[in-house]
């Protein structure tokens, strides 16, 4: 995997970008460039993170090839939810359905990516 891999998927009417890079450190450095509020600890990698405008119609996330794991997406996408309002304290569900549809998507696309450059 040379260049980053880009795909969008829609879930329940909430759209999501996800830039897949091919190892943390690679993640890491568009972590540090994506804002000048950013800041971590020496010598840490970022293995995924998430990016939501305000009242934007598409969140962003970016994950690596090399170490994702369906926890790290549903972590990634758990951060979406709950900029989208899915987060109700009377009814979680309708954020447990979107965790759980989503996640399901975007693991089933960073499969085909890791058998495309086995």
Known sequence: ????????????GITVRVTVLPTPREVTRAFLEGSGARRMACGKHVHGFTYVRARSAVARVTLNLSHWTPGLVAHEITHVASAYGLRDGDDDEPMAYFVHDMTDSICARMRKLEAACA
């Not at 995997?1 to 329940?12: A, L, N």
């Open 1 to 12: 995997m040379g260049r980053p891999q880009v795909f969008t998927v829609t879930r329940r």
